[in-house]
DNA sequence: TTAATTATGAATACGTAG
DNA sequence: CTACGTATTCATAATTAA
């Protein structure tokens, strides 16, 4: 009974803080201008100003070559620049040394359009593909081939599933090498597109100052979205990857912090310290990105080097909680004067689930949970362990001891009677996580849904707390975007946190979990429009726009992409980044830089 | 048809002995 | 420095039950 006071408490909270929150309508059309025109010439000179700005010629001449062009061409298109743009001199140089190096693959490709496919025909692009490559690659003995994808191929496929057409992808793909990741892929991809953008508007304007990176907002209406996504992602790389050229190092593996306290954990705050965002990662809007933490090697730095090069805060949440959650958090929110989330949830075992401990063996030393994932052990595994203790009267020997211990580690088991173990029941896994009470319970979700759901799912406290420096700087409230939003996380947290939510367009593929919010959002009275979509990859720039012009904008994007293929306890098909659900991550991205484009233009 | 049950290791980090 | 043991891990898929 006991067990159960911390969740009625946080119960009450959630239902009762709804009131008084005097939501102001938003302003009808406080940015006005969401048509382009006067927008673009500003976006592009910021982004201009981001990467110029270097007044030596000399430097200005290593900074190419360090970028891998001939010294010769750089002089060349520095004359012809004339005014020392870093970003027209660039566009020069791709111009031409994409002519000079492929110029029949870019100019006579069959499809000479760079089109965007829509995704939702994969199969045109697998069978294209296949034609493709057995076409210009020399194996092709047995249709074997096809069910065994190399990793040549399973590239190919994920920058189709990108979008890109396979034709830019092989040419990528020959370009780059067979062992270059996709990031250098997707980087080649958008600088050949750019380069070829740029000559398009040279041979039809042929004359003055027309080649900027602004014609790719210009042309925001017609060619737009991708183009603009495309030229972002080659300027991130291009920043970064030259820098590391200079500095000759390898990319340097992102260590885990021990112990994993991120920037601070309520028992120890900040240890005054300050971060300096990247210029390009500073908001409007906020933005929260969430992901395992263990995910494999490399993981975190490519998400790091997408998300504007912010540093992962890694934080495990047995510093929040009584169950261990060790993950990683790219954002760009404040971390200084955090506080916790009240009233504290429990921090050990004994305090969570009470009733264990009048069973729990004094071997048995654990104190917090281990991490609570997707399932649950079975029943057969706990008979035994039942069986293997019911030998022994007394204390069991040392290796059954440590038999029963590894298992119970495992599965994350409790004590609940005599030589009893069991997993945890739904709504104690909603109670460690910081859910109320029958949050998923209900309307139509499986008990095994139920786990799912929540095993996939946010530790509230942990995320309130890095929210909790927006409590000041958003009285009346905030418009959220919540993408891959699950069963509303976020969404809990800064309404435990006392701030109103204005409105909400959530993202969720599961229809059980979009129910759960939504009920959700009903019970506790909120003000406000819930927004649901179910398909991240169907929320384009166009749908963005309109959202925006009507909530004025977003305050805050947060997304925890799907873990499927990072975590470490997928047998399967823990394929990395690239995986078939992980690579959601890209849409995150994608979403998140549209928002920042957006929003930018109206300033 | 849906839901419940069950078995299925490896990648990674870290400590320590040598 | 390496080698080895310990500890942890937002899961998938096949099968059975309902």
Same mark, same amino acid.
């Given at each position: 009974?006991?067990?159960?006071?911390?969740?009625?408490?946080?119960?009450?909270?959630?239902?009762?803080?709804?009131?008084?929150?005097?939501?102001? $309508?938003?302003?009808?059309?406080?940015?006005?201008?969401?048509?382009?025109?006067?927008?673009?010439?500003?976006?592009?000179?910021?982004?201009?100003?981001?990467?110029?700005?270097?007044?030596?010629?000399?430097?200005?001449?290593?900074?190419?070559?360090?970028?891998?062009?001939?010294?010769?061409?750089?002089?060349?298109?520095?004359?012809?620049?004339?005014?020392?743009?870093?970003?027209?001199?660039?566009?020069?140089?791709?111009?031409?040394?994409?002519?000079?190096?492929?110029?029949?693959?870019?100019?006579?490709?069959?499809?000479?359009?760079?089109?965007?496919?829509?995704?939702?025909?994969?199969?045109?692009?697998?069978?294209?593909?296949?034609? !493709?490559?057995?076409?210009?690659?020399?194996?092709?003995?047995?249709?074997?081939?096809?069910?065994?994808?190399?990793?040549?191929?399973?590239?190919?496929?994920?920058?189709?599933?990108?979008?890109?057409?396979?034709?830019?992808?092989?040419?990528?793909?020959?370009?780059?090498?067979?062992?270059?990741?996709?990031?250098?892929?997707?980087?080649?991809?958008?600088?050949?597109?750019?380069?070829?953008?740029?000559?398009?508007?040279?041979?039809?304007?042929?004359?003055?100052?027309?080649?900027?990176?602004?014609?790719?907002?210009?042309?925001?209406?017609?060619?737009?979205?991708?183009?603009?996504?495309?030229?972002?992602?080659?300027?991130?790389?291009?920043?970064?990857?030259?820098?590391?050229?200079?500095?000759?190092?390898?990319?340097?593996?992102?260590?885990?912090?021990?112990?994993?306290?991120?920037?601070?954990?309520?028992?120890?705050?900040?240890?005054?310290?300050?971060?300096?965002?990247?210029?390009?990662?500073?908001?409007?809007?906020?933005?929260?990105?969430?992901?395992?933490?263990?995910?494999?090697?490399?993981?975190?730095?490519?998400?790091?080097?997408?998300?504007? !090069?912010?540093?992962?805060?890694? %934080?495990?949440?047995?510093?929040?909680?009584?169950?261990?959650?060790?993950?990683?958090?790219?954002?760009?929110?404040?971390?200084?004067?955090?506080?916790?989330?009240?009233?504290?949830?429990?921090?050990?075992?004994?305090?969570?689930?009470?009733?264990?401990?009048?069973?729990?063996?004094?071997?048995?030393?654990?104190?917090?949970?281990?991490?609570?994932?997707?399932?649950?052990?079975?029943?057969?595994?706990?008979?035994?362990?039942?069986?293997?203790?019911?030998?022994?009267?007394?204390?069991?020997?040392?290796?059954?001891?440590?038999?029963?211990?590894?298992?119970?580690?495992?599965?994350?088991? =409790?004590? %609940?009677?005599?030589?009893?173990?069991?997993?945890?029941?739904?709504?104690? =896994?909603?109670?460690?996580?910081?859910?109320?009470?029958?949050?998923?319970?209900?309307?139509?979700?499986?008990?095994?849904?139920?786990?799912?759901?929540?095993?996939?799912?946010?530790? =509230?406290?942990?995320?309130?707390?890095?929210?909790?420096?927006?409590?000041?700087?958003?009285?009346?409230?905030?418009?959220?975007?919540?993408?891959?939003?699950?069963?509303?996380?976020?969404?809990?947290?800064?309404?435990?946190?006392?701030?109103?939510?204005?409105?909400?367009?959530?993202?969720?593929?599961?229809?059980?979990?979009? $129910?759960?919010?939504?009920?959700?959002?009903?019970?506790?009275?909120?003000?406000?429009?819930?927004?649901?979509?179910?398909?991240?990859?169907?929320? $384009?720039? !166009?749908?963005?726009?309109?959202?925006?012009?009507?909530?004025?904008?977003?305050?805050?994007?947060?997304?925890?992409?799907?873990?499927?293929?990072?975590?470490?306890?997928?047998?399967?098909?823990?394929?990395?980044?690239?995986?078939?659900?992980?690579?959601?991550?890209?849409?995150?991205?994608?979403?998140? !830089?549209?928002?920042?484009?957006?929003?930018?233009?109206?300033?």
């Amino acid at each position: 009974m006991d067990g159960n006071i911390s969740g009625e408490e946080s119960d009450s909270i959630d239902w009762n803080t709804d009131d008084e929150l005097e939501t102001q $309508n938003l302003p009808p059309s406080s940015s006005s201008t969401l048509i382009i025109p006067g927008g673009e010439a500003s976006i592009a000179s910021g982004e201009a100003s981001s990467s110029t700005g270097r007044p030596s010629n000399s430097k200005l001449i290593n900074h190419f070559i360090g970028m891998g062009f001939s010294e010769k061409m750089v002089v060349k298109a520095i004359e012809q620049d004339g005014e020392g743009n870093t970003d027209s001199i660039l566009e020069y140089l791709l111009t031409y040394s994409a002519l000079e190096n492929c110029p029949q693959e870019l100019e006579n490709s069959p499809q000479a359009e760079p089109q965007v496919v829509s995704d939702n025909c994969s199969s045109d692009y697998d069978e294209s593909f296949l034609d !493709d490559f057995s076409d210009t690659d020399s194996c092709h003995e047995n249709q074997e081939n096809i069910n065994s994808l190399s990793d040549k191929e399973k590239k190919l496929l994920f920058l189709a599933d990108m979008g890109y057409t396979v034709e830019e992808a092989s040419i990528a793909m020959d370009r780059c090498g067979p062992d270059s990741s996709v990031v250098e892929l997707t980087d080649f991809i958008s600088a050949a597109q750019i380069s070829k953008a740029a000559d398009a508007d040279l041979g039809e304007l042929s004359d003055e100052e027309k080649p900027r990176p602004k014609h790719l907002y210009k042309d925001y209406n017609k060619q737009k979205k991708r183009k603009f996504l495309d030229y972002r992602l080659w300027e991130r790389k291009k920043q970064r990857g030259y820098e590391k050229k200079l500095r000759n190092e390898d990319d340097e593996p992102i260590r885990l912090p021990n112990p994993m306290v991120g920037f601070g954990v309520p028992a120890e705050p900040c240890p005054i310290f300050h971060r300096t965002l990247p210029e390009a990662a500073v908001g409007p809007p906020y933005f929260y990105y969430e992901n395992v933490a263990l995910a494999p090697k490399g993981v975190w730095s490519t998400i790091s080097r997408f998300l504007y !090069d912010v540093e992962p805060e890694f %934080v495990d949440s047995k510093y929040f909680c009584a169950t261990a959650r060790k993950r990683g958090y790219i954002h760009n929110l404040p971390i200084l004067n955090r506080f916790p989330l009240l009233p504290l949830p429990p921090l050990t075992i004994y305090e969570a689930l009470p009733l264990t401990r009048k069973w729990w063996p004094s071997w048995d030393t654990r104190t917090k949970l281990n991490c609570i994932q997707t399932c649950v052990g079975s029943a057969k595994l706990t008979d035994r362990i039942r069986k293997a203790l019911e030998e022994w009267d007394g204390v069991p020997p040392m290796s059954v001891q440590k038999y029963v211990l590894d298992e119970c580690r495992k599965w994350n088991l =409790v004590w %609940v009677g005599r030589n009893k173990v069991a997993p945890l029941e739904p709504d104690e =896994v909603e109670m460690l996580l910081g859910f109320p009470k029958n949050h998923t319970r209900g309307g139509g979700i499986s008990r095994t849904d139920r786990y799912k759901s929540l095993g996939n799912s946010f530790q =509230v406290d942990t995320v309130a707390y890095h929210f909790s420096v927006l409590k000041d700087m958003f009285p009346g409230g905030i418009t959220l975007l919540s993408l891959f939003s699950g069963i509303g996380g976020a969404e809990i947290a800064l309404h435990r946190l006392g701030i109103p939510l204005k409105n909400v367009v959530a993202v969720e593929i599961s229809e059980t979990n979009r $129910n759960i919010l939504r009920s959700w959002w009903e019970q506790t009275n909120q003000r406000g429009t819930l927004v649901d979509i179910a398909d991240v990859q169907q929320l $384009n720039g !166009d749908r963005l726009e309109q959202l925006i012009h009507t909530f004025g904008g977003f305050d805050l994007i947060v997304g925890g992409s799907p873990c499927n293929n990072l975590a470490g306890s997928n047998r399967v098909s823990r394929d990395g980044l690239e995986g078939k659900e992980s690579a959601l991550f890209y849409d995150y991205f994608r979403i998140l !830089d549209l928002v920042k484009c957006i929003m930018g233009r109206n300033q």
